[in-house]
């Protein structure tokens, strides 16, 4: 649990090492005791949390290495245990970090996917929420993935009219995160997630380069103040500095 703390908060040198240390252990419980699920349970989740800290740190084939582990122990569990195993459910949830790991190692063809069978399960989570948290995180969650799409489908190549398709979904998922910004009063975790949107979207539409920017600077300058932004977001800080954008 405290792990997770510090990778909200973007402490990762701490949480990574936990995180390795932590899913060696499961995978010599798993090696022990093969046909205990719990272990099998233990780490799957540990593979996927580790994937969180490298998707954090921008390390994307160890991410990739990472969810891919979580999500054969997973479907092995889903399968053993049948529907009413919490894999069932939670197997698809692995396809956002999946896809925005393929994505980073240039892999967009693959990413994308995966990133539509993701998006599908977001679009139907949202649309069946039993409460506001979890529409909430379905809705910011598959506003992300729309996002990693728009940019793994643009970065294909293929027709102008290709390119405008990813572009308008881009802007669809910049605008749902806008959205969930207001509505959670500014929570840290929605501005984060739209300044990375928004630089994403930037690079789609060169036109609206400096505004767009200006706007993720804007949102990623609001996060730095609540908690010093640190790893991938950092990096997006700085380069939005470097090269003169201003809020």
């Known amino acids: 649990a405290r792990a997770r703390v510090h990778v909200r908060v973007e402490q990762l040198d701490q949480p990574l090492a936990a995180a390795k240390e932590t899913l060696q252990l ?29 998707l954090r740190r921008g390390e994307f084939a160890p991410a990739l ?37 393929l994505a980073g190692m240039g892999l967009h063809a693959q990413a994308l996917q995966v990133f539509d069978t993701t998006l599908a399960y977001w679009e139907a989570t949202e ?42 979904q881009a802007r669809h998922a910049v605008a749902a995160l806008r959205t969930l910004v207001a509505s959670e009063g500014h929570a840290r975790e929605a501005e984060l997630n739209a300044a990375e949107a928004l630089m994403l979207l930037a690079e789609l539409l060169p036109a609206e380069r400096t505004a767009l920017r200006c706007e993720a600077l804007g949102w990623l300058s609001k996060a730095n103040t609540t908690t010093p932004v640190a790893a991938s977001n950092a990096l997006r800080l700085r380069s939005l500095k470097q090269d003169g954008t201003t809020p």
Request: neutral net charge.
């Open 127 to 168: 649309r069946t929420a039993a409460n506001e948290r979890a529409w909430t995180n379905a809705a910011r969650t598959g506003a992300m993935v729309r996002a990693g799409r728009a940019c793994s489908s643009a970065a294909l190549g293929g027709t102008p009219d290709t390119r405008d398709q990813a572009a308008a």
């Open 65 to 101: 290495e990472a969810v891919e582990l979580a999500r054969r122990v997973g479907a092995q569990l889903a399968l053993d245990e049948g529907p009413a195993s919490k894999w069932a459910r939670q197997l698809p949830q692995l396809g956002t970090q999946q896809g925005f790991a």
């Open 26 to 54: 499961k995978r010599d419980a798993v090696a022990y005791d093969p046909a205990t699920s719990v272990w099998n349970d233990g780490l799957a989740t540990e593979a996927s949390h580790l994937a969180v800290v490298h």
